[in-house]
């Protein structure tokens, strides 16, 4: 992604001084005593945005991309070493929750 000043320097700030007079102090009181005596203009700015959005996805789509394939991998190893528990065990009863049926597996059988 670029720089951010790479975005401001694609805006343009203009500014409108609708100040009477030159003096500092007569400025100064003019400034504050009216409203709106400094306004400003900025152009091209959604430009700018929709750029720096354009960027963004593309990196959150690229990241995305590559944290899914991480997490896909990490399941895949996850459900091997579960089917590879899973086999010889017993089919759950319709009767039974999940917890009896763990008791029901790992009980040791007397003979």
Known sequence: MYDFDYFIDQVEIEEHDH??????????IET??????VEYTMTDIYSAIREMENDLNERT??????A?????EYVSDIEK?????????????????????????????TV
């Open 61 to 66: 789509n690229t990241f995305y991309g590559a």
């Open 32 to 37: 504050l005593l009216t409203k709106d005596s």
């Open 68 to 72: 899914f394939q991480v997490h896909q």
């Open 81 to 109: 070493i579960i089917d590879e528990i899973g086999k010889g065990l017993p089919v759950m009863l319709e009767t039974e929750n999940v917890e009896d049926y763990i008791v029901r597996c790992c009980m040791k059988k």
């Open 19 to 28: 100040r009477v007079y030159d003096d500092f102090f007569s400025r100064m």
